[in-house]
T-cell receptor
Framework: GDSVTQMEGPVTLSEEAFLTINCTYT??????LFWYVQYPGEGLQLLLK?????DKGSNKGFEATYRKETTSFHLEKGSVQVSDSAVYFC???????????FGQGTELSVKP | GAGVSQSPSNKVTEKGKDVELRCDPI?????LYWYRQSLGQGLEFLIY????????KSGLPSDRFSAERTGGSVSTLTIQRTQQEDSAVYLC????????????FGPGTRLTVL
């Protein structure tokens, strides 16, 4: 079945460092891809999305490009801030009702 | 406007008891999802409702789990004869329509089975 694999955490970075969180997927057809973020004490919220190959999703300085050839959707940010500390989830929807299939989550901790 | 709300926020119960978890979706959202977030299993899909269509129950882990959605709005997830492995955070999400690209999540109900 469909699945998502993302790099294990925790990831600890200093402020202003470059961030990459790897995400690869296995799916039939052409899924939509998402990054959700869970800040401490808060609910899951959508960070960015891409619905077709070569699309780039972006929000709050984060970017991810839908790469069909490598079945990847890696999350990047050029300069992280302490406020980016959170758990990040990569997810896919194969549009069968829109249910989301999540990766395991990657905890990011940014130190000042 | 109001987001997705869930109640209770925390629930502690004894093994073997039944529990009911409630979700109030965003008004007007036709799709409603339940997920479970646990340490060992990550975030798992449980069940999905879309309008008046039959729900997609493919993620329910056992027949002890059931859910209903009354009047196309509020949903209740029921776990019968709870087991310790049911301990998790249960998340509800709603979406404006089937296949919409964003789901709006509630804060979750943390269930602890002693």
């Amino acid at each position: 079945g469909d699945s998502v694999t993302q790099m294990e955490g925790p990831v600890t970075l200093s402020e202003e460092a470059f961030l990459t969180i790897n995400c690869t997927y296995t799916a039939t057809g052409y899924p939509s891809l998402f990054w959700y973020v869970q800040y401490p004490g808060e609910g899951l919220q959508l960070l960015l999305k891409a619905t077709k190959a070569d699309d780039k999703g972006s929000n709050k300085g984060f970017e991810a490009t839908y790469r069909k050839e490598t079945t990847s959707f890696h999350l990047e940010k050029g300069s992280v801030q302490v406020s980016d500390s959170a758990v990040y989830f990569c997810a896919l929807s194969n549009n069968q009702g829109g249910k989301l299939i999540f990766g395991q989550g990657t905890e990011l901790s940014v130190k000042p | 406007g109001a987001g997705v709300s869930q109640s209770p926020s925390n629930k502690v119960t004894e093994k073997g008891k039944d529990v009911e978890l409630r979700c109030d979706p965003i008004s007007g959202h036709t799709a409603l999802y339940w997920y479970r977030q646990s340490l060992g299993q990550g975030l798992e899909f449980l069940i999905y409702f879309q309008g008046n269509s039959a729900p997609d129950k493919s993620g329910l882990p056992s027949d002890r789990f059931s859910a209903e959605r009354t009047g196309g709005s509020v949903s209740t997830l029921t776990i019968q004869r709870t087991q310790q492995e049911d301990s998790a955070v249960y998340l509800c999400a709603s979406s404006p329509r089937q296949g919409s690209h964003e789901q709006f999540f509630g804060p979750g109900t943390r269930l602890t089975v002693l």
